[in-house]
Nanobody
Framework: QVELVESGGGSVQAGGSLRVSCSVS????????LAWFRQTPGAEREGVAA???????SYAEPVEGRFSISRDNVKNIVSLTMDNLKPEDTAMYYC???????????????????WGQGIQVTVSS
């Protein structure tokens, strides 16, 4: 059974930092493609960060230079460290995983096979 469970969300003022983590069971994070997406009401789910099975990260332009994706292969956790948060970062954040994702689709939600339940991040101005 494959399960992804997010933790670590919450509320922070603009300019602050948060880390969200995703505990993965059933598949090794070191041999899978992993990503973080976010979604606000009425909007499409938006990819923000991805990490390939070999460890190469990618970031969407709105979070480039502020967010960092990482994995712990021993604890089997993938995390997203978010610095200099802005009100427009407010969203439900989801972690996702798949055995393989074509490079052009790393920020396409339908490319991923497994999803967490989501965790809320709120940034106040």
């Amino acid at each position: 059974q494959v399960e992804l469970v997010e933790s670590g969300g919450g509320s922070v003022q603009a300019g602050g930092s948060l880390r969200v983590s995703c505990s993965v069971s059933g598949i090794p994070v070191g041999r899978n493609y992993l990503a973080w997406f976010r979604q606000t009401p009425g909007a499409e789910r938006e990819g923000v960060a991805a990490i390939e099975a070999d460890g190469l990260p990618s970031y969407a332009e709105p979070v480039e230079g502020r967010f960092s994706i990482s994995r712990d292969n021993v604890k089997n956790i993938v995390s997203l460290t978010m610095d200099n948060l802005k009100p427009e970062d407010t969203a439900m954040y989801y972690c996702a995983a798949s055995g393989y994702v074509w490079g052009l689709r790393v920020f396409t939600a339908s490319a991923y096979d497994y999803w967490g339940q989501g965790i809320q991040v709120t940034v106040s101005s």
